[in-house]
């Protein structure tokens, strides 16, 4: 009986993933951390919103994030990837971000992962972010929530 048991949890654990990673395609409307400004060594946390899409092309998820405009230049649409097979769902991000120490300003690569799960039409996670190069910072995770759009 317990053999039977231990069997039919690892046959129906694969479905559970995949049903919760299927809850995750489609459009959210999100809030989540835009950005970070550091001055003196202190962070303050930029808010953001906008429209995140999640697809799923095979094993993967791919999710395009357009932020909604707001008081700063507007941003290219960022391009997240992840496996399709974990819950919550992790997505990497890589881009540029500008560093000033000292009057002196440089570009150094910046990842972001993210980390979501939808149950229903909520979606909840985080973004971890760390900064790499002369000065590198790791930001402590920050809560990204949001709500499916259309139905």
């Known amino acids: 009986m317990f053999r039977t048991i231990l069997v039919l949890g690892a046959l129906t654990t694969p479905a559970f993933l995949s049903a919760q990673q299927t809850a995750l395609v489609g459009s959210w409307k999100i809030s989540y951390p835009g950005g970070v400004r550091m001055e003196n060594g202190e962070q303050t946390v930029l808010w953001a919103t906008g429209t995140l899409t999640v697809d799923r092309q095979g094993d993967s998820l791919i999710a395009n994030l357009v932020r909604d405009p707001g008081p700063e230049p507007p941003r290219a649409p960022m391009r997240l990837a992840g496996a399709a097979s974990v819950d919550p769902a992790v997505f990497e991000y890589r881009s540029q971000v500008t560093v000033n120490v000292n009057g002196e300003a440089s570009f150094v690569p910046a990842i972001s992962l993210w980390s979501l799960r939808a149950v229903g039409d909520s979606l909840?996670?985080?973004?971890?972010?760390?900064?790499?190069?002369?000065?590198?910072?790791?930001?402590?995770?920050?809560?990204?929530?949001?709500?499916r759009v259309g139905g």
């Open 124 to 147: 909840t996670g985080s973004i971890e972010r760390r900064v790499e190069g002369p000065y590198p910072q790791r930001m402590e995770p920050q809560p990204v929530s949001g709500k």
